[in-house]
């Protein structure tokens, strides 16, 4: 078995050593899975329910040792990562009521009657980024295993500690064996396996457009159903009648949370110009203030990024002669540090303008008019999130409605509520993830005629 090592990305000091899963092994597992299914699918919707619950106050029960592993493995503040181990229990938990509603519908036909049936897809890849290693994995798991598929999860091979824990405290909540596995590995081995084993029915993937992309060409083969989760380039639309301090003040935090490792995050500033001198007055201290540094400090707001090979990704969109407006602070020694950074002017061909950074860059462009702002907003092949500030609730909605994006924000930054569909428009995504519907994704609907003939 080979194994790989895993490096903490504020120490780049070693955290645990974990197995590379082969090929052989991921087709092994994938058959394990398949077993168990037809076992799980048939499990009275209350003792599904039961077990994820269960599931959830087992994942409570250890929240803070998942942050912990959080904080070495990704490099996530402490805060961020508490948030992201109660967000796993919440989903469970949310998720948990679901094997008990998943209705079919009656059809009155002529000489009889149709119903319909949610049945389950069978076995269900999971592929996850490293990004946000709980909380996407949380997204996919929960639901397809409330509609009682089986779930084989490949986490990014970066982070893959809190994936591993979650799966074992799945055993220990009772779940039987290979309902749900977590294979760590790699993209190309693990991810591909998932992809082209005919066996597994559908793939959730979140990630790059790029790979995202590929993996769409490989389920196309099997006519594998899919959800694309990809990347974004979101607008954070300033108008001149809004609460300009609380829009200073909070856009860091909607572009700079996680690093700018977020696909949510708004890395693109659209500001009015009648109110651009006094925005960027505001936003110089509000950028200054991000507390940047060691991760396992409460205070903390801002990590490292994820790995040298991606700090160097992030560092070739700020060059020599790019107009650095400001920058925020960031530790000197190991670690993979970036300072926040704000470019302004930034020409809308300049590729820190035009691409996905994935990391703590922001640009700040400015508009004149709704029309312009709308304009700007969707120049761009995604559409993920992003925020619209004003204090003129039509002009809210008409943006709202003009802006081709999945995930929408009026005078506030937030992005993912686990109740309420989540997804991208354009290049960001396919198929929705959370809220009550998500089922749909994780169920295929049969359709029986019951004769009602003499
Ligand atoms: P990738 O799209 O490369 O990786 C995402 C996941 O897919 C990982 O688990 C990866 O495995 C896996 N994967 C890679 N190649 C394949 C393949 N051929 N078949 C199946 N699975 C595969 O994203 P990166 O992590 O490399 O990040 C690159 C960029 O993607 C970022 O800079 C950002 O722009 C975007 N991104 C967007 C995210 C989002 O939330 N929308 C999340 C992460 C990245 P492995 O870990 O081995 O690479």
């Known amino acids: 078995m080979t194994t790989y090592t895993i490096l903490n990305p504020a120490t780049e000091q070693p955290v645990s050593t974990v197995p590379g899963t082969t090929e052989e092994e991921t087709d092994a597992a994938i058959a394990r899975a398949e077993v168990a299914q037809r076992t799980w699918r048939s499990v009275a919707p209350g003792d599904r329910a039961r077990l994820l619950r269960a599931f959830a106050a087992q994942v409570d029960a250890h929240a803070e040792e998942l942050a912990q592993l959080e904080v070495a493995n990704s490099g996530h503040p402490v805060g961020a990562a508490r948030w992201e181990a109660g967000q796993v229990r919440d989903v469970l938990q949310y998720y948990s009521a679901a094997p008990e509603r998943l209705f079919g519908k009656q059809i009155p036909v002529a000489g009889g009657l149709n119903v319909t049936f949610a049945e389950p897809v069978g076995v269900v890849g999971l592929i996850v980024p490293w990004n946000f290693p709980m909380p996407i994995l949380s997204w996919g798991m929960a639901p397809a295993l409330a509609a009682g598929n089986a779930v084989v999860a490949k986490p990014a091979e970066m982070t893959p500690l809190t994936a591993m824990r979650i799966g074992e405290l799945a055993l220990e909540a009772g779940l039987p064996e290979n309902v749900f596995q977590v294979l760590p590995g790699k993209g190309s081995v693990v991810g591909q396996r998932l992809v082209d084993n005919a066996a597994v029915r559908k793939i959730v993937f979140t990630g790059s457009t790029e790979v995202g992309r590929q993996i769409m060409v490989g389920c196309a083969r ?9 990347g974004g380039k979101s607008a954070n639309i300033i108008f001149a009648d809004c609460d300009l301090e609380l829009a200073a003040a909070t856009a860091p935090y909607g572009v700079f949370d996680n690093a700018g490792q977020d696909c949510c995050a708004r890395s693109r500033i659209l500001v009015q110009r009648s109110v651009l001198d ?6 110089e201290p509000a950028v200054q203030g991000v507390r940047v540094g060691d991760p396992s400090l409460p205070e903390t707001e801002m990590g490292p990024l994820i790995s040298g090979s991606h700090r160097a990704s992030v560092a070739k969109y700020v060059t020599e002669d790019a107009h650095v407006a400001f920058r925020g602070s960031a530790p000197e020694g190991p670690g993979y540090w970036f300072p926040p950074t704000v470019l302004a002017p930034i020409g809308l061909n300049e590729p820190a ?5 994935f990391g703590p860059v922001v640009t700040v462009t400015p508009f004149e008019d709704e029309a312009e702002a709308i304009k700007l907003a969707n120049d761009t092949p995604y559409g993920l999130s992003g925020s619209i500030w004003t204090a003129n609730v039509g002009r809210a909605i008409r943006v709202a409605r003009g802006v081709e994006t999945g995930n929408l924000s009026i005078n506030s930054h937030s ?19 959370l809220g009550p519907d998500a089922l749909e994704a994780f169920t295929e609907t049969k359709n029986v005629f019951i004769s009602t003939q003499e």
């Open 353 to 357: 303008y035009t691409e996905e950074i």
């Open 415 to 433: 992005s993912v509520r686990y109740w309420t569909p989540f997804g991208g428009f354009k290049q960001s995504g396919l198929g929705r993830e």
């Open 278 to 283: 006094q925005f960027m007055e505001r936003l």
């Open 222 to 230: 099997h006519v594998k159903r899919l959800t694309l989760e990809l």
